[in-house]
């Protein structure tokens, strides 16, 4: 009797297991548990997409935020190159970064262009004026006076004949911004000397060879510097050695003959011209 009740029991127990098993995997469950899960797989997969792509964003931002901070590091680095040698080498103490001035912004982009632009063709100029000369000696140049009368000169250089007028306390060489070379430079300008020395700044004491060639190289590195069709690159392709250019830089020069100083505006006038 016991036996077969526990055996009845046990039977029972395993067709009511059977029953809600069944139950729970009827077609209606086993379809809505398939579309659960795969509604869970697809979240699992978009969100798992959406986490590289943020990935690959944030990755792409740095990289672009990096290179625009190294390209801005260049172009200060080549402003403030441009500045240092405007002050240094033409006495131009202005600050490309800052030329506004009033202007509208294509024009002052169109200013900063072209002071970068001729900044890198005067420093060209300068780097060849540190060269090695050709001239050994003042004989070297065959310096003559051509119609006897103290005043018309002619001399040879690298193959090239050169005009150079004298005037009272004036020495003038025609297209002297042709010679690019400082210690050939002191030797003419040591010839043109012993022929007429010129007075310096003070009428008292006389230009030497070295100051004489500052000058020149003053010339030589505005006319570089300054547009094609700029007026004044016509005036500064001819360098005149007189008592009151004695040591000036060219913006000394600039503000002496015109009155003007080298100013933003000034500089924006002429590099515009270009």
């Excluded at 986490?51 to 625009?68: E, N, Q």
């Excluded at 103490?93 to 982009?109: F, P």
């Excluded at 060879?209 to 069709?229: K, S």
């Excluded at 004044?232 to 004695?246: F, G, H, I, M, Y």
Aim: hydrophobic fraction near 35%.
């Amino acid at each position: 009797m016991s036996t077969k009740y526990t055996i009845t029991i046990i039977v029972s127990k395993k067709i009511f297991i059977n029953f809600f098993d069944l139950l729970e995997m009827s077609p209606y469950n086993y379809g809505m548990n398939r579309r659960y899960k795969k509604k869970k797989n697809g979240s699992i997969i978009f969100l798992g997409t959406f986490i590289v792509v943020g990935i690959i964003c944030i990755i792409g931002l740095g990289a672009f935020i990096v290179d625009y901070e190294r390209a801005k590091e260049v172009t200060s680095g080549v402003v403030s190159d441009a500045n240092a040698f405007m002050e240094s080498e033409l006495g131009i103490d202005i600050d490309i970064d800052k030329l506004e001035s009033g202007a509208d912004s294509e024009t002052v982009s169109k200013v900063k262009k072209g002071v970068k632009k001729g900044v890198k063709k005067a420093k060209e100029v300068k780097e060849t004026l540190s060269e090695d000369g050709i001239l050994s000696d003042a004989s070297d140049i065959n310096l003559h006076d051509v119609d006897g009368k103290g005043k018309n000169y002619v001399f040879t250089y690298d193959g090239v004949e050169y005009s150079a007028v004298y005037t009272k306390d004036n020495w003038k060489i025609i297209d002297s911004y042709k010679i690019e070379n400082s210690e050939d430079m002191k030797i003419i300008c040591s010839a043109l000397i012993e022929e007429h020395p010129v007075h310096g700044s003070d009428m008292q004491s006389y230009r030497t060879a070295d100051d004489m060639v500052y000058e020149w190289e003053q010339h030589n590195i505005a006319y570089a510097f300054l547009p094609d069709d700029n007026r004044w690159k016509a005036r500064t392709k001819d360098v005149d050695l007189n008592p009151e250019d004695q040591n000036l830089s060219f913006a000394e020069i600039y503000e002496r003959q015109t009155g003007k100083k080298m100013t933003v505006d000034e500089l924006m006038k002429h590099v515009q011209e270009g």
